[in-house]
């Protein structure tokens, strides 16, 4: 049983529906569980494929689920986070625009890491997102989190810690901490910034994994 209080939940996390991870949707539950986690956001790349599976058995197992998805734009990622379906990717404004028709809380994940991922830079002062992640525990420089985090404070914006987890090793690494029992809840105190965050890096080999991950599903499918 969860503490009704305080949930930490991880509102970055890959499944198998992403190319470059391991973790199956249906230990989901059960990893969570085993990493003290009351909750996460599923954000496979591009596909919300995973998020009706994931959704029930989180839900059986009295843990908290948030559907979103992380979407591949031309200028970089875009985590979509409490929607329904995959946002339109052709252009970022109209990514933006459509999680916010949808309910959904934009967030620039690892806004400044530019060197192994897809990241938006400073090109993030030209949109209006709703949040970025300050915290990746995937984040290679370091000091990208440290610019993050000023550019979070200064823009006013919602500032998340999260895993970016594609093994279940990962999972949890980073979390956000909050009052809250429902998915609606962990909205409500998003929007409001009432939550605590925490992180911790992930070893530079979880990065090898992935892409080693991502070059055997590409040869064997
Ligand atoms: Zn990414
Ligand atoms: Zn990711």
């Not at 979407?71 to 459509?98: C, M, R, W, Y």
């Not at 909050?178 to 909205?187: H, R």
């Not at 409500?188 to 892409?211: A, D, E, M, N, Q």
Request: one cysteine or more; hydrophobic letters at 40%; a positive charge.
């Amino acid at each position: 049983m969860r503490n009704p209080l305080r949930v930490k939940i991880d509102l970055h996390v890959h499944s198998f529906y992403s190319l470059d991870s391991s973790i199956p949707v249906k230990r989901l539950a059960k990893l969570i569980k085993l990493k003290n986690l009351d909750g996460i956001a599923l954000t496979d790349h591009d596909t919300m494929r995973g998020v009706p599976q994931a959704k029930e058995l989180l839900e059986k197992a009295h843990l908290i689920f948030i559907p979103g998805v992380e979407i591949s734009t031309p200028l970089g990622h875009v985590v979509g986070l409490f929607i329904s379906e995959v946002p339109p990717q052709k252009t970022l404004p109209d990514a933006l625009d459509n999680i916010k028709s949808q309910g959904g809380i934009s967030i620039a994940p690892h806004p400044f890491d530019t060197s192994l991922r897809k990241s938006l830079g400073k090109k993030i002062f030209n949109f209006k997102f709703d949040g970025m992640e300050i915290f990746s525990s995937r984040c290679i420089l370091r000091k990208s989190d440290l610019l993050a985090k000023q550019v979070c404070k200064d823009l006013d914006l919602i500032g998340i810690a999260t895993s970016d987890a594609h093994s279940w090793t990962e999972l949890g690494n980073s979390y956000v901490e909050m009052d809250a029992q429902t998915s609606d809840e962990v909205l409500l105190c998003l929007r409001r910034k009432k939550f605590l965050i925490y992180g911790s890096y992930s070893p530079l080999r979880v990065h090898l994994r992935s892409h080693f991950s991502k070059f055997l599903r590409l040869v064997k499918f």
